[in-house]
């Protein structure tokens, strides 16, 4: 790697909740530098959550971001010819990026409604600890633990 790495840049809160995390969800929704469209799709998603639960919709959000967020993961590495899947612990941010990437594939697979519902259901389901994106963190963990046997090989 050449040269010095890019300093991470600071993202402040969005506009609604002043919220860092959701700021962040937002802009990972968000298509074709869309943002004002993203941020309604998510606002509109809290707004189903607080009506639904009766709930601070953040306090949802958070809870299904933990249940989601793995603690391991599999990567490909190279050793004498042969490729092996080591498993690796997860750093604190890829794992709220992993675990909001999970949440908003699982809800674009969802068929049928708008995009705000089938978000507010899926971080419903995933606070409740059961959804596609939770299918998916336990998959991800099976994997590791299957290859348990090669974490020699991590760095």
């Avoid at 978000?119 to 389901?125: K, N, R, V």
Wanted: aromatic share 6%; hydrophobic share 40%; proline share 3%.
């Amino acid at each position: 790697m050449r040269g010095k790495q890019a300093p991470k840049r600071k993202i402040e809160g969005d506009v609604k909740y002043g919220d860092q995390n959701i700021a962040k969800l937002i802009n990972y929704i968000m298509n074709d530098g869309k943002k004002a469209v993203a941020q309604s799709v998510i606002y509109d998603a809290f707004e189903i959550l607080k009506k639904e639960t009766k709930q601070d919709p953040r306090h949802i959000f958070n809870k299904a971001i933990k249940k989601v967020a793995p603690l391991v993961e599999i990567r490909g590495r190279r050793v004498g010819g042969a490729n092996f899947q080591v498993p690796c612990q997860v750093r604190g941010s890829r794992r709220f990026i992993l675990a909001c990437r999970w949440i908003i594939d699982a809800a674009k697979t969802k068929k049928g409604t708008t995009m705000a519902n089938k978000l507010a259901q899926e971080i419903l389901d995933a606070s409740n600890g059961e959804g596609t994106s939770i299918k998916k963190r336990e998959d991800v963990h099976r994997m590791a633990e299957a290859n348990k046997a090669f974490a020699h090989f991590a760095r």
